[in-house]
């Protein structure tokens, strides 16, 4: 198995633009989470979906970012308008169920 | 879900043994204790997952006492590529694997 793919791996903006981060889960795993690193604040989990259907949404920081999980093979976080302080490592993440997680390698976002 | 505790850093040399203790007083019957391993640039990685006594795989142990409000992961003999951030957190499968990280401990190993 390839794993969680994610894309971009790196993707730099301007403020104000729209960005959509992709991500492939691992095939046959019901459970799929975004999160979002930096240095100030660690791994932050934004939302998590099981079944498609959005779980948990508490972490998504405010209205300007949005996630859609269409199919059990995608899922995308977007952000509009980007800010600078959005500029982080955003993490998708599949699991089965359990809570044994498998991380992608990460989108590395800038706003500028 | 509960909240872990743990050192943010540790140091060690190559071929020592690393244990590195969390602890998770507020750990519910139904939570698996799992721990993470996280290089720079890179995304968190499995490493291990208890629930009481002992785990043994072929990356480490898990030792986790009776109470099951601490646990301790071991890392045998340790090497430069063991330098990474390791998590551990504690979830309940039941609820979809959510699972909160907190700082973690970063490892630095020297020659």
């Known amino acids: 198995d390839a794993g969680v793919i994610q894309s971009p791996r790196h993707e730099v903006t301007e403020m104000g633009q729209e960005v959509t981060l992709r991500c492939k889960p691992i095939?046959?795993?019901?459970?799929l989470f975004w999160y979002r690193q930096t240095m100030m604040r660690g791994l932050e989990l934004l939302i998590y979906?099981?079944?498609?259907?959005?779980?948990?949404d508490s972490g998504m920081p405010e209205d300007r970012f949005s996630a859609k999980m269409p199919n059990a093979s995608f899922s995308t976080l977007k952000i509009q308008p980007s800010e600078p302080r959005d500029s982080a490592v955003y993490f998708c993440?599949?699991?089965?169920?359990?809570?044994?997680?498998?991380f992608g390698a990460g989108t590395r976002l800038s706003v500028l | 879900l509960a909240k872990t505790t743990q050192p943010i850093s540790m140091d060690s040399y190559e071929g020592q043994e690393v244990n590195i203790t969390c602890s998770h007083n507020?750990?519910?019957?139904?939570?698996?204790i799992t721990w993470y391993q996280q290089f720079p640039s890179q995304g968190p990685r499995f490493i291990i997952q208890?629930?009481?006594t002992k785990v043994t795989n072929e990356v480490a142990s898990l030792f986790i006492p009776a109470d099951r409000k601490s646990s301790t992961l071991s890392l045998p003999r340790v090497s430069l590529s063991d330098t990474a951030v390791y998590y551990c957190?504690?979830?309940?499968?039941?609820?979809?694997?959510?699972?909160?990280f907190g700082q973690g401990t970063e490892l630095s190993v020297k020659p």
């Open positions: 208890g629930y009481k």
């Open positions: 993440a599949s699991c089965t169920g359990g809570n044994i997680q498998y």
């Open positions: 957190l504690v979830g309940d499968g039941n609820q979809g694997g959510k699972l909160i």
């Open positions: 095939s046959g795993h019901n459970s």
């Open positions: 979906f099981n079944n498609n259907v959005p779980i948990d």
């Open positions: 507020n750990i519910a019957t139904n939570d698996y």
